[in-house]
């Protein structure tokens, strides 16, 4: 049931749901707020609930990804009446209800209105003329036109000096390209990453200042590394390198070694997909030189975990588990919701996904059980990762020869995966394919075979 306006009215058992219980024990109404939204089939989109909430998505954007909570008791006691939330999943108490004298009039009057003469007729007259000038004045007074998204405008139209506001728009909006990228399929992100590139590119000729032009600078890397990516996603090989070219650069003349360990970490999966294992273990090797320390933890965890993966598919076992240990232990300090935008990915599932896939090429007897923990504990929304692991479950079933649960596996992962185009998934179930086109037991495998190919190479 919903409100006419507003917020569905949610059952009672939906607030029990573990990701909205652990994001209320965190007390912080951003992590809340994204778990909310996260948790509905189909997931609540921020320009949705930002309108629910009167505020803004870029607003919404901010208080999720906030390392600190909103305090103000007012705003939360208003978004949580709002949303209905219930009060025992609340840290701070509701105010009390207003009372009857301060509720909102009725619809209808309920008495006959008293007559008019022309005299009332002419003050209505006056109080509209009043009312429009007011308008028109506070329009031609920039109150209107000095507006966040109207700044933008002008200084992608008209050439208008970048402000700080204009800077902290388009940093919302790069975030957002990033968490789309999470739960969307690439090619309906590309075209609109590419525009938002060329306003990067725009309003960085307008800016005046270091103050207005590095950020932008270093935004306008970010959206080339995502571009590459999601190039790399579409099978566009060439325009990903392109891509990932420009980030390195940009990284260089910026000294942001963390953009330059992000396009080599993304980088190394279209080396790993060619099967050029060693030049994908050199460019993370490389990634982790400029992450060292402690600096970007979250990261650092990333690069690590993906270097175990490759370690492994060579069969180096050591290297591999040593990989996954920093991985582990870069993790514990790591913040991937707030510390770059294309670290939000990397949340602990998506570590457990990693270290399932590293498990899976040494033949590592906890594998299925991780696996299987892993798929149980993945949230609705988190698609691309559930693609994964359903493909690597797949393998290892065919590996244990249990051919059943694999052929019931390799359904549900090429349904995820056709309808997410997740291109690991993808290449992970052809991989699968072709090793079982020389198996010991043609009889027992052709089908299943069969089945991936034909449903992925359509």
Known sequence: MADAFGAP?????????????????ERHFG????????????????????????????????????????????????????????????????????????????????????????NDEDEDVRRRDLIVGGVTTATGTGLLADAPWRRLMDSVDKGRPVDATTVQLMQDRTADFFETEYTVPARHVLDSLTNHRATLTTLLGNARTDATRDPLTVMLGETEALIGWLHFDLGQMNQATNAWRATLKIAKDT????????????????ASSRNDILPAVRLLRQAEEYVPGNSAPATRSWIAARAAEESARLGEETAALCSLERAFTAFDFARPRTERVWTGFFTANRLGGVTVSTYMALGHRDATAAADFLLASLSPTENKARALVLADLTTLAVRTKDFDRATALAGDAIDVTVRTETSLARQRLLTLASALATSSDPAATAALRDHIVSALRR
């Open 31 to 118: 992590r809340l707020l994204r778990a909310y939204r996260g948790v509905q089939t189909p997931p609540v989109q921020q320009t949705q609930l930002a309108g629910w909430l009167g505020i803004t998505q870029g607003q919404l954007s901010r208080i999720e990804r906030a390392v600190t909570s909103v305090r103000d008791l007012v705003k939360l006691d208003q978004w949580a009446r709002v949303l209905h939330i219930p009060e025992h999943l609340l840290w701070f108490e509701f105010s009390p209800e207003p009372s009857e004298a301060l509720a909102d009039p009725p619809l209808r009057a309920t008495v006959e209105e008293p007559a008019r003469d022309e």
């Open 255 to 270: 000294g942001d070694r963390a953009l330059a360990a992000c396009a080599l970490g993304y980088w190394s999966y279209l």
């Open 9 to 25: 009215v949610h059952p009672a058992e939906f607030w029990e749901h573990p990701q909205l219980r652990a994001a209320a024990r």
